[in-house]
């Protein structure tokens, strides 16, 4: 599996009553070189959750990273943990895949429906569960990619002045510099330096490349 060093090391959390489906998790995934961390209780991960993404820490998760999620466990139960964390928008950035028995497998399949990964029916196949991680993994990636442009995009619109923001605005309109000028009643000298330093603070060459950086903001 390859991903962007820069996204950091790839994490897998394994939330199972049962500790030996955990450690037999740990194990397989281990067999792949992916790290993963173990939790006995949907309650336990949330716990844990709660510290990692109070006001301040860096936003999580910081690197690749799903759950491994055991439909039905004592106290909080697995459901009710991803619609949790669909409710903090992490569904892209932490992939959920289920493990369940033969009579859950209707409720796994309403939950990917409502956005989960996938699921895997227990006993599972050790290759297609972690080739599954993987590709769970390769989602996350894609999400933190996404997080990382919409962040520098942010931050370099913070640094544009409102001159230069009514400027940009005009200019992905695809006004030329003249009617610019005539608008905000500046000179088109003015316009032409606003327009360079608005080209360079959001690191674009033309008006077009900057019109698709935003619409692609807008998206994100």
Known sequence: MALDPTLGIPMVYLVDDEDVVRDALAWLLRSRRLLSEGFASADAFQSWLAEQTAPGRVPWPSSPSCLVLDVRMPGTSGLVLFEHLAERGLKALLPVIFLTGHGDVPTAVAAVKRGAFDFVEKPFSNNSLVDRVEQALQLSAQALQ???????????????????????????????????????????RTVEVHRARVFDKMNVKSAVELANLLAGGERR
């Not at 997080?147 to 002045?161: C, I, K, N, P, S």
């Not at 009514?166 to 009643?185: F, H, S, Y």
């Open 146 to 188: 996404e997080r990382r442009g919409h962040d520098v995009l942010r931050r370099a619109l913070a640094e544009l002045t409102d001159r230069e923001r009514e400027v940009m605005r005009l200019v992905v309109e695809g006004r030329p510099n003249k009617l610019i000028a005539d608008e905000l009643d500046i000179s088109v």
